[in-house]
């Protein structure tokens, strides 16, 4: 009975110890409940061949704090923390998290978690796979420099995009590890290259985390990440003025500033910034030009003609940069061919007329030559005949010359600057009819002896002697092709003679190589030259009365010559020492 007893004693103090084991599980699990938050994880977004965007939403059904939370991700089932992770701040509500360094085309699984007093706490798992891409972007930070109490120089290179045209570039930074496009962002362009970006309006005392970013059609790239701290200290900005703009022409100018206060700091750099929109900063095309105070001029580049531009200097120092004044300035237009008129001809004789041009616009430039040109062939060009009369706009009057009789022409007239020749509306008129020549008329080197049916063309003659006393030459050689006798032979005949007679100083040779008054075309005129030559000695002057040679050969040992006094045509022997008279056509 005693034994029996001890037992029931035995399992009532067991039934207590387990009773109490439930009770106290009990608690813990409502413990549990109130004190575990509930979190969400949501839908990846902004999925590219490298990275995405996912997050969550925490609801808190106590007062125990979020401490972190953010998203863990891996190529296998049920991620957590000890794998790739990201965080986003603190507290309760819904939240983003950069997902990067993904590889391409590949399926990842992710939660979000929460971290609290109690420990880490998931949500659901999820699943996203990247897009399909080719190689990735080459990006690199470039080291912050020119840091200031609230600014800062970056900036990155693209050294290599992906095989996808980049469409933007810049850098983005923030407080925090890790920065996105998400957070403070500058964008400088596109492609690939190196660039500079100006961070401004970052505060005083303050660590920054930056990082290039380059984003093509496959997603957003990140280049190294590079922390730096803003500068401390009480100084000013600098003051500087902005220079009125000069030397402008389509593409380029002339500025500068001038820094009147150095704001308690160095200025470490100073120089213009200039754009198409107003208040430009060095975020835009500027130019450094040197540091320190005082006066500095700049060179404003690769301009668009034509277009306005706003113009501000500006100086940097510890304390940040400062800007001058805002000046305005328009480039020139682009330089075009000038705008000219052809006035009719007027005043028009058998050599000679009147005309000119109206020059109405220098087209953006200089006209440095105008006139008129000339043909008897339509288009006539400055390659034609032309005349010069000065240069500038406006109304010029051309002398036309040295114009055959009855003959049209046509005329333009012309005008160049910068960019080439323009040339006016063609005209075209006709000379009188008649002849501009007349027999005894100096002209071409000598005298007019001998005037054609055309009143267009004729003989001229050597104004005196060439030489007397000397021979036909080649006396026994008979010369093939120097018999002609016919007005127009002379000419025909003196080339045979030079071509077959190897003397020197002959009657022929004397008149071939003679240099007279600018001409260098004369020869022995043939029996019938020579005979018109005799019927105008008087008007051409100078002839003796004694015998002349002709070119005209007649066997090989004798040629035709002509007394000078009776008229009389003969002909004698080769070697005759006789007188020699060039002529030339016309």
């Keep these: 009975m005693a034994i029996r007893l001890k037992e029931v004693k035995r399992m009532k103090s067991f039934y207590v110890f387990v009773l109490g084991i439930l009770v106290f599980m009990s608690s813990c699990e409502k413990w549990d409940l109130e004190r575990k938050p509930d979190i969400e994880t949501m839908d990846a977004k902004q999925i590219s061949a490298i990275s995405a965007v996912a997050g969550g939403k925490i609801t808190i059904y106590t007062n125990d704090p979020i401490i972190k939370r953010g998203v863990c991700w891996s190529q296998n089932l049920m991620p957590d923390i000890s794998d790739s992770a990201s965080y986003s701040g603190n507290g309760a509500g819904n939240f983003d998290c950069n997902v990067s360094g993904l590889l391409v085309n590949t399926q990842y699984y992710y939660r979000a978690w929460a971290e609290t007093n109690f420990g880490i706490v998931y949500g659901p798992q999820k699943t996203f796979t990247t897009l399909v891409g080719g190689p990735l972007p080459i990006i690199s930070t470039a080291i912050p420099s020119e ?8 900036g990155g290179t693209v050294s290599y995009d992906g095989g996808s045209a980049l469409i933007q570039r810049g850098v ?3 407080n925090a590890l890790s920065p996105t496009i998400a957070d403070d962002t500058l964008v400088s362009g596109k492609g690939e290259g190196s660039y500079i970006s100006r961070l401004e309006n970052l505060n005083m005392n303050t660590t920054y985390y930056i990082r290039a970013f380059a984003i093509n059609a496959n997603g957003t790239y990140y280049g190294n990440e590079i922390s730096f701290n803003t500068l401390t200290g009480s100084g000013t900005l600098p003051s500087v003025s902005t220079s009125t703009i000069a030397a402008i022409t389509q593409t380029t100018a002339i500025g500068g500033g001038n820094v009147l206060f150095s704001g308690g700091f160095n200025v470490s750099k100073r120089g213009i910034c200039w754009s198409t929109n107003p208040n430009p900063t060095i975020n835009e095309t500027f130019s450094i030009d040197g540091n320190g105070m005082g006066v500095f001029s700049s060179i404003l580049y690769g301009l668009i003609p034509n277009t306005q531009y706003y113009v501000r200097s500006y100086a940097t120092n510890a304390t940040g940069t400062s800007y001058g004044n805002q000046v305005t300035f328009t480039t020139q237009s682009p330089i075009t061919s000038p705008a000219i008129t052809t006035i009719a001809a007027s005043n028009v004789t058998l050599d000679a007329a009147l005309s000119g041009g109206i020059i109405s616009s220098g087209g953006g430039a200089t006209v ?8 008897t062939q339509q288009h006539p060009t400055t390659t034609d005949n032309f005349t010069t009369d000065g240069s500038g706009t406006g109304t010029f009057t051309s002398q036309l010359s040295g114009l055959q009789p009855s003959t049209q022409y046509y005329l333009r007239a012309y005008a160049t600057n910068a960019a080439g020749t323009a040339y006016g509306n063609e005209i075209s008129f006709s000379t009188m009819a008649g002849s501009i020549y007349s027999i005894g008329q100096s002209f071409g080197g000598g005298v007019i002896f001998y005037i054609d049916s055309t009143a267009q063309h004729g003989l001229i003659a050597a ?7 000397v021979s036909w030459g080649c006396y026994g050689i008979n010369i093939s092709g120097a018999a002609g006798t016919a007005i127009g032979a002379g000419s025909n005949n003196t080339q045979f003679i030079m071509n077959d007679c190897s003397e020197n100083d002959f009657a022929a040779s004397i008149c071939f190589n003679l240099q007279l008054n600018g001409f260098n075309d004369w020869y022995l005129p043939s029996k019938d030259e020579l005979n018109l030559l005799f ?14 040679w002709s070119s005209s050969q007649n066997s090989a040992i004798e040629a035709w010559e002509q007394n000078f006094f009776s008229g009389l045509q003969l002909t004698y022997g080769k070697y005759d020492p006789i007188s020699v008279r060039a002529i030339r056509s016309f």
Excluded: E
């Design 172 to 174: 983005c930074w923030s």
């Design 535 to 548: 019927l105008q000695r008087f008007v051409v002057g100078n002839f003796q009365n004694s015998f002349y």
């Design 463 to 469: 104004p005196f002697d060439q030489l007397s006393g």
């Design 147 to 154: 840091i200031t109490q609230n600014s800062a120089t970056s």
């Design 368 to 375: 440095s030559a105008r006139g008129v040109c000339w043909s």
